[in-house]
């Protein structure tokens, strides 16, 4: 059983940065593609970014935002530069144990608990 873990949101200015990060337990970490989607009050969650052999962003993010993960410490990362207040809402990681990957939240079987964002004008 694979679980999730994010941490290290909170409250920034607009322009500031932040970086999340998601800690993964069970299973091979190594293995998995990983994804972070997000879901502001009263949207549908979206999807942010992923990895899976390579790197790929949603256009509002991309050139702002960078995913990496550490295998040692089976942890993915997501560095968030220039935020806009646009940016804030709860913030999740996600695991795709087939290691495929994608921007669709359903290819994704398991999910943390999230991490609330916010970001002030």
């Known amino acids: 059983q694979v679980q999730l873990v994010e941490s290290g949101g909170g409250l920034v200015q607009a322009g500031g940065s932040l970086r999340i990060s998601c800690a993964a337990s069970?299973?091979?970490?190594?293995?998995?593609?990983m994804g972070w989607f997000r879901q502001a009050p009263g949207k549908e969650r979206e999807f942010v970014a992923a990895w899976s052999g390579r790197t790929y962003y949603a256009h509002s993010v991309k050139g702002r935002f960078t995913i990496s993960r550490d295998n040692a410490k089976n942890t993915v990362y997501l560095q968030m530069d220039s935020l806009k207040p646009e940016d804030t809402a709860v913030y999740y990681c996600a695991a795709d144990l087939r290691g495929l990957g994608s921007q669709w939240a359903y290819e994704y079987g398991y999910w943390g608990q999230g991490t609330q964002v916010t970001v002030s004008s």
């Open positions: 069970g299973g091979t970490f190594s293995r998995y593609a």
